[in-house]
């Protein structure tokens, strides 16, 4: 998704600049929700066309199909399966996954429930899978708990 030029927002009104913001960070739950779907796809080390249908049913479920395209969503879930080949891939997807959990800790319900659909999505659960669905629960939930925690001074004798 192409990100608007600041400049450009200079002049924008402000539900224009309201818009811009809210475009980018539906963007951002897409792609956290499509990493956690090419995780779950690559762990047990086929990417089966039963796993894209999961994923797209998924995002129909929870009315991402009307802000993104079928082909854009697909066409973002095979860069992802592509980031996860790489060296390290899977390192730096889990990490995508923390980066979004601390930005926007209301949405790791619907990252973990998209891993999860995933992880069953060709009726078996492969113990790689399994292990990989822990790894994704953790990561993102390990980032909630640590918000959680980081308490301001002065509320915690409330």
Known sequence: MPKRCARHLRHASSAEILAAYRNERDYELLDAMVTAAALMSRADGWVQLVERGA?????????????????????????????????????VAVMRLRHYARRSSGAVGLIVDMAREIAVADCRLDPREQSVLQLVDSAVSAEVSAMDAEVLPGQAAR
């Open 55 to 91: 994923m797209l049913d998924f995002l129909d479920r929870n009315q991402f199909l009307p802000l993104f395209t079928r082909e854009n969503i697909l066409a973002l879930f095979e860069d992802r399966v592509r980031d996860v080949r790489e060296p390290d891939g899977a390192i």
